[in-house]
């Protein structure tokens, strides 16, 4: 059983940078991947990053690849989420999500995760 709290979200402008974290219980935490989905206003929910278990490697979605930084800390149970060169297009609820999936090909799907967290609002303004 593994327990996600987000924090960090909140109110920018546009070009500037946030960093999320999302703080996990359990014992099994590195065991999982962790992903990063974010849903704004009236659409779907949709795959922003994710990282493997040990933090070795790392997925974003092409919207946020080069902007968003995804990494964690297995010491801290703990995965964050740096977003730069914001946009308003970015604004949405954050949501941090653990999955068991053995291949990285699972970690786009929010079908294949086991976990999530309530989710934090990010709003960036123009």
């Known amino acids: 059983q593994v327990h996600l709290v987000e924090s960090g979200g909140g109110l920018v402008q546009a070009g500037d940078s946030l960093r999320l974290s999302c703080a996990a219980s359990?014992?099994?935490?590195?065991?999982?991947?962790m992903g990063w989905f974010r849903q704004a206003p009236g659409k779907e929910r949709e795959f922003v990053a994710a990282?493997?278990?040990?933090?070795?490697?790392?997925y974003a979605a092409g919207s946020v690849k080069g902007r968003f930084t995804i990494s964690r800390d297995n010491a801290k149970n703990t995965v964050y989420l740096q977003m730069n060169s914001l946009k308003p297009e970015d604004t949405a609820v954050y949501y941090c999500?653990?999955?068991?999936?053995?291949?990285?090909?699972?970690?786009?799907?929010?079908?294949?995760?086991?976990?999530w967290g309530q989710g934090t609002q990010v709003t960036v303004s123009s």
């Open positions: 990282v493997s278990w040990s933090g070795g490697r790392t």
């Open positions: 359990g014992r099994t935490f590195s065991t999982y991947a």
């Open positions: 999500a653990a999955t068991g999936s053995p291949y990285a090909s699972g970690y786009y799907y929010q079908s294949n995760y086991n976990y």
